[in-house]
């Protein structure tokens, strides 16, 4: 596609519930990031995929959340047993090269609200 | 410490003036830098990237790398009421991870 896309735009869950995230990254970018932004807070890293290596997951916040990237494309972000700190933009990029010279292009971000 | 550092603001300029945005990064092995503004309600857009030490200009923007100090800063000439947004600092560290700052909130007043 043209741009980074991510679905659902909003998602309303309830406490307990199990999420999936899903991010589709700019055609032939080999780089996708994570990360999670809260009401007037910084953009917090989440997790990194660089082509086939093994991803960074350093920036996950606990074991409920989880993420894969397959065929070096889709992403999707899973947050288990969901609970309302949880609620937040959660925001994916991409970039066209893992060298970290290259821009990296948002998707719209999907708003999760925990209630 | 964390990683990538700025002023939360909000910094409040008049028209017309400059405005100075800043950033520190921990990581002395990163080698690029970037600013990107975030609207309400939207994602972040890339404004600058700059690699080398020194100045970097684009129109009204400019970009200053000082990797010895491990400072970099965002220069908006001529501010625009349009420039209002948060400002985010974002580091590529040396094993790939981009990692932003918390961000700077601009309010430029008419």
């Known amino acids: 596609g043209a741009g980074v896309s991510q679905s659902p735009s909003n998602k309303v869950t309830e406490k307990g519930k199990d999420v999936e995230l899903r991010c589709d990254p700019i055609s032939g970018h080999t780089a996708l990031y994570w990360y999670r932004q809260s009401l007037g807070q910084g953009l917090e890293f989440l997790i990194y995929?660089?082509?086939?290596?093994?991803?960074?997951k350093s920036g996950l916040p606990s074991d409920r959340f989880s993420a894969e990237r397959t065929g070096g494309s889709v992403s999707t972000l899973t947050i288990q047993r969901t609970q309302q700190e949880d609620s937040a933009v959660y925001l994916c990029?991409?970039?066209?090269?893992?060298?970290?010279?290259?821009?990296?292009?948002f998707g719209q971000g999907t708003r999760l609200t925990v209630v | 410490q964390k990683e990538v550092e700025q002023n939360s603001g909000p910094l409040s300029v008049p028209e017309g003036a400059i405005a100075s945005l800043n950033c520190t990064y921990s990581d002395r092995g990163s080698q690029s830098f970037f600013w990107y503004r975030q609207y309400s309600g939207k994602s972040p857009e890339l404004i600058m990237f700059?690699?080398?030490?020194g100045d970097k200009e684009d129109g009204r923007f400019t970009a200053q790398l000082n990797k010895a100090s491990q400072y970099v800063s965002l220069l908006i000439r001529d501010s625009q009421p349009s420039d209002s947004a948060t400002y985010l600092c974002?580091?590529?560290?040396?094993?790939?991870?981009?990692?932003f700052g918390q961000g700077t909130e601009l309010s430029v007043k008419p």
């Open positions: 995929f660089q082509g086939n290596s093994a991803p960074d």
């Open positions: 974002a580091v590529y560290n040396q094993g790939g991870k981009l990692i």
């Open positions: 700059i690699y080398s030490n």
């Open positions: 990029a991409s970039s066209s090269a893992g060298t970290g010279m290259t821009e990296a292009f």
